[in-house]
Every structure is written in C-alpha cells, then in structure tokens.
C-alpha cells in the first residue's frame, strides 16, 4: 500500500465518521435548544462528542493527505496546538511565529503522537523551528525509553515489528526519509528530545 493511498484511505475513513458525529451534534444542538434541563448525562455525551471530533481532526491531519502546494502560515502552527491539546495527554506549546506549511505540520502531529508515547504520565512538549528542522522537547514525571520503536525514526527497523497502536513511529519515519531529514532521539528520567534535522 503506497503513501499516497493510505492517506487518501485515511481521509475516507474520517469523512464517513464525521458525519454520525455531525448527526449526533446536530442532535445535542436540538436538545439545548429545548426544554430539557442540563444534565451529568448530557454533559457526558457533549464531552465525548468533543473527543471524538478532535480525534478525527488529528487522525486527518496525521495520517491524511497533506495540501500540495500549501504556503507555510503561523496559522498552520496554530492550528496544530489547537487540535492537538484539544485531544492530547500532553500539551504542546508551539512558537508564536512559527510558520507551518501542511506537510510540515503533518510530519509534526506523527512526531507529537511518538513523543506522547514516550510520556506516559503526560507533561508538555515544546516545538521549536529551526532553519533545517525543528527540535521536540517532551517534558513530565517520567519517560519510557521506546528502544524498540525509536529506530523506525532513526534508523531501519523492521515494518513487521509496529503494532497498529504505534504505526505513527513507521508513518513518521517515511514522512522524514521522503523529506530528506534526518532523526536524533535523547533521553532522560523526565526529558525526551527528538531533533530533526535536514
């Protein structure tokens, strides 16, 4: 399966799956504007539904099609910490000025999913551009060391050893080795620096 047709089968899957969660919404709209009191159980289904709609942004911009041809904005980069710490078990902080094109800001939403791996009590990711790459710094109580999923960044690991879980790491290291960039990986107790660079 090429690249090109994964992610066009990934913005499929999100296009069928936004639209029950349009209905649903649609739905809770309705019911807002009613009579019916506000309730635990409607605050539960509103929550939910604001997952899920999250999720299915970041799946899209992380596994979909990126927009050819797509100017880099500090829009882009905006919108990539809205929709990650939307959803996210870490928080990403991103330059103000930091300029995104969409190609960028996909390669970055693998990279954010890899090093929230890497964080699994949470904590905050730092993005930082830098003229031929960017560095990610993830901070939190503690890091897991990833070894055997790492060298799908770095290196070359086997296909055959990523779960479906984890295919961010093996998308990721397609998106770098398509852009000519290269990966270092650093870790500590309570730090994870991933540096990218072309």
Request: aromatic letters at 4%; hydrophobic letters at 45%; a negative charge.
């Amino acid at each position: 399966m090429t690249g090109d047709f994964a992610a066009r089968l990934t913005a499929r899957l999100c296009h069928d799956l936004a639209n029950p969660l349009g209905a649903i919404g649609n739905g809770m709209e309705l019911l807002t504007m009613s009579d019916m009191q506000p309730s635990p159980e409607l605050d539960l289904i509103q929550d939910s539904l604001d997952q899920a709609n999250g999720q299915l942004r970041l799946l899209r911009l992380a596994f979909g099609p990126a927009s050819s041809g797509a100017d880099a904005r500090t829009e882009t980069a905006q919108q990539l910490a809205s929709i990650w710490n939307a959803v996210g078990r870490t928080k990403v902080q991103i330059a103000p000025d930091a300029a995104l094109d969409a190609g960028q800001a996909r390669l970055l939403a693998l990279c954010l999913m890899c090093l929230d791996n890497a964080l699994p009590a949470g904590g905050t990711i730092t993005v930082t551009p830098e003229p031929n790459g960017f560095v990610l710094v993830g901070q939190g109580r503690k890091t897991m060391a990833l070894d055997d999923l790492w060298p799908h960044l770095v290196g070359n690991a086997p296909q055959a050893d990523v779960t479906s879980s984890r295919i961010h790491f093996l998308v990721a290291g397609s998106e770098l080795a398509a852009r000519s960039l290269t990966a270092t990986v650093e870790t500590t107790d309570a730090q994870v620096s991933l540096t990218l660079r072309g």
